[in-house]
């Protein structure tokens, strides 16, 4: 079965996708994050115990279920392949950028999009800064960026992703080893086995439909290649219906109970650093997941660099704070970015320019 | 025929030396990509531009003649 070459069949595939987010979101899982790549990574950095923010911390059995969903379905179909060597500490680098400049806007590329289904114009403005973010990685792509070639390698390396992942699974269920959130959005989830399944339906359909967040913006930009863009339609319009039939579909900055906020230049930029990342990386947080999953070992890399970003924001405090209601006073907070994490998504962006200008295809070793 | 290497590397590198090749030969092409998204895509791109593309599977590579 091929998902990815016709139009329809892509955009069934973000409806898809769209109803298992949607089926999450009412099911337990935090107001519209849903399927958040970022925070549900960092949730299960915090439950490993790399981060110490006591909100965010949960084994979320979705990155289980996506990392396994396009691990079982790429074996099925024959499209695993264990392969390894395309610049792996660069990925790991633009994973760390990927994450923090994800935390600075709080959300990863699919969160983006949930958000705007829900009508928050928070999210709208983060889009300007992710399609500029593509389109810069774009530029560098036409000015020949590449990280090189990767090659295959022993058939085990690309299964340790998967691997464990599934004994963190083992451990989230069968000990009290993980940590988890008694309070606040971690401890906000669906059934764990509802979790599981959705994570591995999920993977399987993003798998065959190739579905990426910033590749699709990257086609139109390159190509005006529309495909990848279909799927992500097909989720727009899931979501936006489900927030719509939920009474979830609110126009406005700073709506009560989305974790976001209203600081405008930082929303820009830290999706700017996102959109930039990802195309330098080959993909938004969603793909790489996918990928590792059916055996890049360099994919792989940018997901535990993911997870160190991860640790980073919450260690650092770098992450922003989300607009809430003070059950005491009931007086309206402000989510800010600190200071710290203005600085690090500054340099966040710098290191990608320079990532992006100093790797070319003509000087990669054949 | 020309041949364009774009094995092991990340997308959409294979389709921009594919349009990239194309656009510079008079007669076919030959790419070599080895992941089977990346096949769908240089096929996918073949065909959108009117031209037929015939794949062979070479080990766990793919060949994609381009005429």
Redesign the interface.
Known sequence: MNLADSKKKLALAGVVCGLVAACLAYFGNPANMAFCIACFVRDMAGSLGMHQAEAVQYARPEIIGLVCGAFIISIATKEYRSVAGSSPLIRFVLGIVIMIGSLVFLGCPLRMVIRMSAGDLNAWVALIGFILGVSTGAFALKKGFSLGRSHETNQASGAVLPIIMVGILILALCTSLLKASTAGPGSMHAPIILSLIGGLVFGAFAQKSRMCFAGSIRDVVLMKNFDLLTVIGGLFVVMLIFNLAMGKFVVGFDTPGVIAHSEFIWNILGMYAVGFAAVLAGGCPLRQLILAGQGSSDAAVTVLGLFFGAALCHNLGLAASGTAMNAETQQIVPGAVPMNGKVACVICIVVCFVIAFTNKRETAKK | MKEV?A???????P??MT?EALKNADGPIKVLV????QK??VE?FAKDRGKKATTTEKG?EFEIVIE
């Open positions: 290497d094995r092991g590397l990340s997308c959409p590198e389709l921009m349009a080895s992941e089977a998204h769908t895509n996918k766990s």
